[in-house]
């Protein structure tokens, strides 16, 4: 097994009801594991099911362990580590602020064209973009605008499923 720290999405079909998003943060902060990103949403509201998206971090180890200890839980359906089963689409969103006038202001627009940001709000002061893609994508992007005015930053977390005709 490797000793090297990776970074994993895990997906979690789980019951939609009180308490069972609080059973797994507890699990991982009762074991010191970080979540990165953490989105959730109910999925299918006839049979009340919900998929929680995890980016977590670790050693192979951890990983397994986080796995196995998830798929214990009673409410939790299925447990699927898409990094390690293959291909998968995932995203994020996020909306950034920016201040700044003159060169400042035209800068950020042109690089937030390059990026495909989208302006969702404006002032004579300010712009709130809007943008999608890989995390990678978003760091690089608020990188590039910090020196530019960066103001705020809110992000949804990772979204992702994975790819062909199979459901979770």
Known sequence: MSTEIQCHTI?????????????VIGLFS???YNIESLTVSEV????KLSRI???????????EQIKAQLSRLVPIHKVRDLTVEGAHVSRELALIKVAGTGDKRVEALRIADIFRANVV?????SFVFEIVGKTDK????????EPLGLIDV?????AAIARGAEAL
């Open 44 to 47: 299918d509201p006839r049979e």
């Open 121 to 125: 709000d404006s002032t004579n002061e």
């Open 154 to 158: 809110a992000r949804t977390g990772v």
């Open 11 to 23: 997906s979690v079909l789980v019951d939609n009801e009180s308490g069972v998003l609080a059973r």
């Open 30 to 32: 009762g074991r010191g």
């Open 53 to 63: 998206t995890l980016v977590t971090s670790g050693t192979e180890m951890v990983i």
């Open 138 to 145: 978003l760091d690089a992007f608020i990188k590039l605008m």
